[in-house]
């Protein structure tokens, strides 16, 4: 507002003129200024010492406006959300309010505005000899002044301690003569600061119009539906006869006797009426456009305020956890309580994250999907379900969609209707929504694989993956002893029944085997795999601290869908994980912009072990137990994915990304025990709803947001690296076992085989000792029958002694022309050749020398 020059001495001087300057004057000044002082024998000029005593400068604070929640549509232009206030109060530029309404405004409350310094002499008279004569209390305030004593009555509405708020209003309000004195001086005050213009402006903005409407465009909006620029003549004298008393002339309570629809809003309309006739008598209207007023009839639209989550909608959780981040910034206050009470009156616009394209996909989805509430059509037994759909947007940890498949509403009685409403947010955190989290399942194994290849494990190793009853014994760096045993209390079995000894840890994760990533955190920490969870971000849902038992490695703690969803966007970012965030922007009530929170990126993985998961995961989208999610998103980008189904399939879970958009389905049980795989809903089985939503939402982000190439997995991740393998032939089967394993290879019995060697040691490697493979390859170790000699080297030897050396043998021979006579009846070569192992009775064909003309070899 413009300051302005104008003295109290010439606000109170125009009194005077006016009047005349006289001992009469004196006393109709203080009378004019307060009844009260008048009546006990004071002077003028005393009352004006006093007068001019008291303070002139009124701060005028920020008024309480509507604070919005808005997304941004694909044009860029804002949607609305919902809105929170405590006062719904919108404020707007004089040149946005009609004219009519500004005439309205001074026609019927203060004629003579545009004229006096703050008090009106003459209203002030009016009201002061009717109070003093027992007229009973009159109103004679000028706009100036009801603008002073709105601006104290806020003051008080920011106090939140109920008995300050009580006593301040009861200060500013009481009609006492100090405090219109008190009224008229600040009045007084207020005139010299702004300007005529300025002060009808803050004059219109703040004024009630009845309920929680504040402010002319707020009652434009409510009452009828119109902006205050649209106003009609009618419109705008039916909402400035409100003013006068709100309670009474109010529009919204169509069942009134006396101000509802069946009278035509008489109370109203006898005050509109007059209103009318005011601007008509100072010629701010002409006699046509008062006829036409006069004759209208009163016919409010009202239209309630979105006010609230529960107007948003299917985004109605995504708001709800918009608010509980809003209540975590301080930039809003220093508790929840003064955040959330500043949020509902500082006239914010926050602008959120959600990908309304995406969200409306997520929501029909799930609607179509999974119902909101089921029975058994069998046994009649309610089962209380959810569904879930969250996406993040990869490498920034934007939230982009946020539904489930319930009705959400905070009101009790809203809620004891049923199962389908619930207050309680199933993707988020127990203090962002209220919800305890649900086992993620097979999900989860993703962490052990990010820590197997963290600990220079190849995808192709494998381990034993055999079932068992007792795995023995854990390594697990965060108990003091450093390891862990569970007995026969901890013996998992697999999904689909696999029994593989000695999977690989690909095929572990394409086909999902619980065995084979247990065999594999055999090999690891149970405490590291915790860890490498934790730098992508995870934690319990509750609040407790992440556990590492080995049970945990199959998924079964408590995590919030969105933090495996941020997970996931994380191994798509090249293992880079970002905090999610769910407001881009934050404008005040002033236009400034204020620093909304920001996502904090950190690396939890290499990118050569995120290449290494997104090969794996990539598998698993092609030939693995995601294939029906894959093959049913269009269009095609790369993608990854991992499936998830928790104990007798309570809960099923689809979790996946591209490089540019990551999103985590699930049906869970939030009460009860049902068998997904025995549930069917009329959309089809209960336990593969995830592979009809998941391509939904993920058809609707590729289309989108497209996506690259994963990186390329190294040889050396897929293959391990190339080592020597010890020649451990001769050994006992124990020592070579223990050297093979040591040297990072996995070791299979071959059973005995003929050779040379002592019975029961090692007789030979496949492959062959001396040689390289990769880390975790297969050696086989094959035994000693020890039913082999090495053959003598009977070359040279007569035939006679051949046969003699050669006696455990079924002897062959043939003979081969010679001229030198010292090689007759000789051994020339022998097959096998000598030091060949050869099993007894087998046969040895000799070649013979033979000169012409001696006889045939015997």
Known sequence: MSAKKRTVSGALGGLLG?????????????????????????????????????????????????????????????????????????????????????????????????????????????????????????????????????????????????????????????????????????????????????????????????????????????????????????????????VNNPEKFRLDRPDSETNGAASGYADNKQRRDYILGEMLKYKKVTQEQYDEAIASAIEPTITEPSTGCQTAGGSAYFCDYVTHILKSDPTFGEDEDTRMLNFRRGGYDIYTTLDLEMQSAAEATLAENVPQTFVDPDTGVAWDLGSVATSVQVGTGRVLVMAQNKQYSQDPDVLAQGAQYTSINYNTDKAEGGSSGFQPGSTYKTFTLAEWLKEGHSLNERV?????????????????????????????????????????????????????????????????????????????????????????????????????????????????????????????????????????????????????????????????????????????????????????????????????????????????????????????QAATARHRMWPDIMSVANAKYGGDDFAEASTNVIRGAQVSIPDVRGQSVDDATDALEGAGFNVVDGGATDSELPAGTVARTDPAGGGTASLGDTVTLYSSSGNQVLLPDVVGDTLEQAKKSLSDFNVVTSDQAVTDADQNNKVISMTPSSDTAATKGSTVTLVVGKVAGAGAAG
């Open 18 to 242: 006016f009047i005349g300057m006289s001992a009469v004057a004196g006393v109709l000044v203080t009378v004019a200024v307060t009844p009260a002082l008048a009546v006990t024998g004071m002077t003028a000029t005393n009352t004006i010492n006093v007068f001019e005593n008291l303070p002139d400068y009124l701060k005028v604070d920020q008024l309480s406006q509507v604070s919005t929640i808005w997304a941004v549509q694909n044009d860029g232009n804002p949607y609305p959300l919902a809105s929170f206030y405590d006062q719904n109060r919108i404020e707007v530029p004089l040149d946005s309010m009609s004219q009519f309404v500004q005439d309205a405004a001074v026609s019927g409350e203060d004629p003579r505005f545009y004229e006096h310094g703050g008090v009106d002499l003459q209203g002030t008279i009016r009201g002061a000899l009717s109070t003093i004569t027992g007229g009973g209390t009159q109103g004679g305030s000028s706009i100036t002044q009801q603008y002073v004593k709105n601006v104290l009555v806020q003051k008080c509405e920011v106090l939140t301690d109920q008995d300050k708020l009580d006593a301040c209003y009861e200060d500013a309000t009481k009609t006492t003569a100090d405090r219109k004195l008190k009224e008229m001086r600040y009045a007084i005050g207020v005139e010299k600061t702004y300007s005529k213009a300025e002060i009808l402006q803050g004059y219109l903005n703040i004024t009630l119009f009845g309920g929680s409407v504040y402010g002319i465009e707020s009652a434009a909006n409510y009452y009828f539906n119109t902006t205050a620029a649209n106003l009609t003549l009618a419109q705008s004298a039916s909402l400035m006869a409100i």
């Open 464 to 684: 034993d993956s055999s079932v068992k009853s007792n795995w023995g014994t854990f390594k697990d760096t965060c108990v003091d002893s450093g390891t862990v045993s569970y007995g026969t209390d901890f013996a998992p079995k697999n999904d689909s029944n696999e029994s593989g000894s000695n999977y690989s840890a690909l095929q572990s994760t394409i086909g999902s085997i619980n065995t084979g990533y247990i065999g594999m955190a055999k090999k690891l920490d149970l405490c590291g795999i915790k860890e490498t969870a934790e730098s992508f971000g995870v934690h319990r849902a509750d609040g407790d601290e992440l556990s590492e038992g080995a049970s945990s490695v199959l998924g079964t703690q408590e995590i919030a869908p969105l933090t495996m969803a941020v997970a996931f966007a994380g191994m798509a970012n090249g293992g880079t994980t970002c905090s999610p965030i769910v407001i881009d922007r934050i404008v005040g009530a002033d236009g400034a912009e204020i620093a909304p929170p920001t996502s904090t990126c950190t690396q939890s993985v290499e990118t050569s072990v995120a290449a290494g998961m997104a090969y794996a995961m990539q598998r698993v989208m092609t030939e693995g137990t995601a294939v029906q999610s894959n093959s049913a998103t269009y269009p095609k980008v790369p993608m990854i994915g991992k499936t998830g189904t928790t104990d007798h399939a309570k809960d099923t879970w689809m979790s996946g990304a591209s490089t540019k958009v990551a999103t985590v389905v699930g049906v869970v049980t939030v009460t009860g025990d049902k068998n997904q795989r025995q549930t069917y809903f009329d959309s089809g």
